[in-house]
């Protein structure tokens, strides 16, 4: 394991966990929707491509291969699977994984 890399990921995510917080705090729902998408998928792609660039230093095709697929899937996931909800503004992730919330479990409001 390289290290720096490593160290480099954990700060990574965190500057983005961070900034996560700090763009989507106090948002109206409208905002969150709007941007929810884009920003997730910016997202997903930074932290699955560093952990894909992780495996792919050891060397193992196989691995990387795997764990590129994996990466893409859960770009997909945060991307097109979570739902914003337009009354409180909750994030809903899929709790199957595959099939969309249909309500909020906050509020209750049905999500689109
Ligand atoms: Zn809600």
Redesign the pocket.
Same mark, same amino acid.
């Given at each position: 394991m390289n290290e720096t890399l490593f160290i480099a990921y954990f700060v990574i995510w965190f500057a983005l966990a961070i900034g996560n917080f700090l763009l989507f705090r106090g948002k109206d729902p409208a905002f969150r929707k709007r941007w929810h998408r884009p920003v997730a998928v910016v997202n997903s792609l930074i932290i699955g491509g560093m952990i894909v660039l992780m495996v792919a230093l050891m060397g193992d095709w196989r691995a990387t291969a795997i764990f590129a697929a994996a990466a893409l899937f859960f770009v997909w996931l945060a991307a097109f699977r979570t739902r914003v #909800?337009p009354? #409180?503004g =909750?994030f809903a992730q899929p709790r199957n994984l595959i099939t969309p919330e249909k309500f909020?479990s =906050?509020?209750g409001?049905a999500l689109e």
């Open positions: #909800c009354g #409180c =909750k909020c =906050k509020c409001t």
